[in-house]
């Protein structure tokens, strides 16, 4: 069984300057990704003032609806809830979602934050996924990775294939340890020389080792921190890749990951 799948903070559907909506262009560039399930940042389930205000360029649909369209299920977990409307994680799927929950996994006030989990049938086997967006504080993160790793470990099966991203704000690196000595994941980079380049080779060649690194996805326009991630267990990473130029830094802050998996 192969899989395609992308992970993008879609950054509300708008603009960051000017907060003009992009969310039609999102959807014909997601629509071009084929990609067989997405896991959405930033989703915006309702948000009455854009509506009112760009009534000809903002759907009647919520977001995550508005993008999955025919071909696609979606879950929605609602995080961040203001006065006129919502947002948080969502994930689309052309295989059915067999269930969703959504933990709280806000640290704080100021910064809700959520886990999205869904099951997932694809044709060979039922992929728990886990759509993710950490806080912008260590301290945060590391409690909610805390977090995550209970909920995975509490709801999927040992052994079970899982697929585990989104947003982790984590530009330093200093949570995918962790995440691949409890629960057994690897990030779909880990083993991509082509993206590390020439000296990561001859390093590894030398018996010297490497320091995995994931890619740079922030910000779009010109990629340097490391803030996107897809981890995986049951699965090999057939290939991974960011998508970037000029067509996406206009649509998000952040540019899309995009990986091809073969279930193991």
């Known amino acids: 069984m192969k899989l395609r799948i992308t992970t993008y903070n879609i950054h509300k559907g708008v603009t960051s300057f000017g907060a003009r909506p992009r969310i039609h262009a999102l959807k014909q560039a997601i629509q071009a990704m084929q990609s067989d399930v997405l896991f959405l940042q930033e989703v915006q389930g309702r948000h009455d003032l854009h509506a009112l205000k760009h009534a000809t360029d903002w759907p009647e649909l919520s977001q995550q609806d508005f993008l999955a369209g025919d071909s696609h299920q979606c879950a929605y977990g609602m995080n961040a809830v203001y006065d006129h409307g919502h947002h948080g994680n969502a994930l689309l799927s052309c295989f059915p ?3 969703s929950r959504n933990q709280n996994i806000s640290d704080h006030k100021y910064e ?22 950490l806080g912008l504080f260590a301290g945060s993160r590391k409690r909610q990775t805390a977090a995550l790793i209970e909920a995975v470990s509490a709801s999927a099966p040992p052994g079970a294939p899982i697929i585990i991203a989104g947003d982790f704000n984590d530009w330093g690196n200093h949570l995918s340890e962790e995440l691949r000595e409890t629960l057994g994941v690897t990030e779909v980079f880990d083993e991509n020389l082509s993206r ?17 690194q994931p890619a740079r996805t922030f910000p779009a326009a010109m990629p340097f921190l490391q803030l996107d ?36």
């Open 97 to 99: 979602i067999l269930s």
């Open 112 to 133: 809700a934050r959520g886990i999205l989990h869904c099951v997932v049938r694809a044709p060979e086997a039922e992929v728990h996924c886990f759509v993710i967006h």
């Open 196 to 212: 590390r380049g020439f000296g990561t080779y001859l390093r590894q060649l030398s018996g010297r080792g490497t320091k995995i």
């Open 229 to 264: 991630r897809i981890y995986v267990r049951g699965f090999k990473v057939e290939s991974a890749e960011v998508l970037h130029g000029t067509m996406w830094s206009k649509l998000s802050d952040h540019a899309p990951i995009v990986a091809n998996l073969q279930l193991k």
